[in-house]
């Protein structure tokens, strides 16, 4: 069974950084495109950041590009996000998300979200 | 960058109602469009993809057309499950990018 478990948010202020993971089992990790999409409180979804499937390329939304990025250790079956020169409207529950299949960008599978509020 | 407008943002239904949810995107993106479901509190769910393909598992109530940039996601029959909110996602290209949502609540 799939399971993709983040951690790593918290309280943060303006400017500072974080370093979030998703811990991957169930399936092979090195085989699959993954992503981070994110949720402002009472908001829509927002994806942010991901791999493609080779991993050899990273795509980033224009509102963290230069502040964010995204990383995956396959040895360890973890998706990182290192997150500096935070924002308050970087604060949200960010999910990790596997694709589908080879060659989409859609998810079948996301971790329960870990929250990121960036507040003074 | 594309942009995805759902429309409308709240539908009212009752159960066994017909319900159409419209994505339009800001340029053609072919048939690369997924809907997404996602109830309170809870990850999203994947309903459609491809424009029209039914993800496994998903009850056969749930369907959707469209190709270029016009998009809808149809419940034939609105059932007390459905309640929620839907997305649609575009992946033609990088980045990817969702609409605004369409929630349906009860009437």
């Known amino acids: 069974e799939v399971h993709l478990v983040e951690s790593g948010g918290g309280l943060v202020q303006p400017g500072g950084s974080l370093r979030l993971s998703c811990a991957a089992s169930?399936?092979?990790?090195?085989?699959?495109?993954m992503s981070w999409v994110r949720q402002a409180p009472g908001k829509g979804l927002e994806w942010v950041s991901g791999?493609?499937?080779?991993?050899?390329?990273?795509y980033y939304a224009d509102s963290v590009k230069g502040r964010f990025t995204i990383s995956r250790d396959n040895s360890k079956n973890t998706l990182y996000l290192q997150m500096n020169s935070l924002r308050a409207e970087d604060t949200a529950l960010y999910y990790c998300?596997?694709?589908?299949?080879?060659?989409?960008?859609?998810?079948?599978?996301w971790g329960q979200g870990t929250p990121v509020t960036v507040s003074s | 960058d594309i942009q995805m407008t759902q429309s409308p943002s709240t539908l009212s239904g009752s159960v066994g109602d017909r319900v159409t949810i419209t994505c339009r995107a800001s340029?053609?993106?072919?048939?690369?469009l997924a809907w997404y479901q996602q109830k309170p509190g809870k990850a999203p769910k994947l309903l459609i993809y491809?424009?029209?393909s039914l993800e496994s598992g998903v009850p056969s109530r749930f369907s959707g057309s469209g190709s270029g940039t016009e998009f809808t996601l149809t419940i034939s029959s609105l059932q007390p499950d459905d309640f929620a909110t839907y997305y649609c996602?575009?992946?033609?290209?990088?980045?990817?990018?969702f609409g605004g949502g369409t929630k349906v609540e009860i009437k």
């Open positions: 996602q575009h992946y033609y290209i990088y980045p990817l990018t």
């Open positions: 791999f493609s499937d080779s991993g050899s390329s990273t």
């Open positions: 998300a596997k694709v589908t299949r080879t060659g989409t960008s859609i998810f079948d599978f």
């Open positions: 169930g399936f092979t990790f090195s085989n699959y495109a």
């Open positions: 340029q053609s993106i072919s048939s690369w």
């Open positions: 491809k424009a029209s």
